[in-house]
């Protein structure tokens, strides 16, 4: 499966001041890396428009920009909603860190004896860790993205998981 060049990161929220500021929520590991990035785009009729971040900070648990060219409260309004995007090359992961993005889709496996599944539809945070949705022939089932479960992760093979008995099937 080709990867996307962009990356969902997160969505504009609200307005802020009254210089055409916006207020984004973070779909980034933290509001920190999301407010780092110099530019962001925004889809439009399945084209990416680059927009240059001039100022940002974190706030709480958003994210406070500007862009060049959204200068006034009504143009800041006009994208209160939309989802931004980052370059894929624009973020640098370390080891064992992925995008979700290229997650989803990916089989998940029995690391010791190569039974598939299902396959991994997303991941969702509910504070204590991350947990994997996975749709198996039983319906969707969830696995915490821990060492105890998640042995290892493949981009080419998919996702190796030891679950203990009925968590991914009857």
């Not at 900070?57 to 409260?73: H, N, R, T």
């Not at 931004?84 to 993005?101: H, T």
């Amino acid at each position: 499966m080709e990867k996307s060049r962009y990356i969902e990161c997160g969505k504009i929220i609200n307005t802020h001041g009254i210089r055409g500021g916006i207020k984004l929520e973070s779909w980034c590991n933290t509001p920190a890396d999301l407010a780092a990035l110099k530019r962001i785009y925004i889809k439009k009729g399945g084209e990416y428009a680059e927009k240059k971040v001039t100022r940002a900070s974190v706030f709480k648990q958003f994210v406070i920009a500007e862009l060049e060219g959204v200068d006034d409260p009504d143009k800041a309004m006009a994208l209160k909603g939309v989802v931004v995007y980052a370059a894929r090359e624009d973020f640098k992961l370390s080891e064992g860190e992925y995008f979700i993005s290229d997650l989803v889709g990916l089989e998940v496996i029995d690391a010791d004896n190569g039974k598939v599944y299902g396959t991994l539809l997303e991941m969702i945070n509910r504070g204590a860790s991350d947990i994997y949705v996975v749709n198996t022939p039983s319906g969707e089932r969830m696995i915490p993205v821990v060492d105890e479960f998640i042995d290892r992760v493949d981009l080419d093979e998919g996702i190796f998981v030891r679950p203990i008995p009925g968590m991914l099937e009857d």
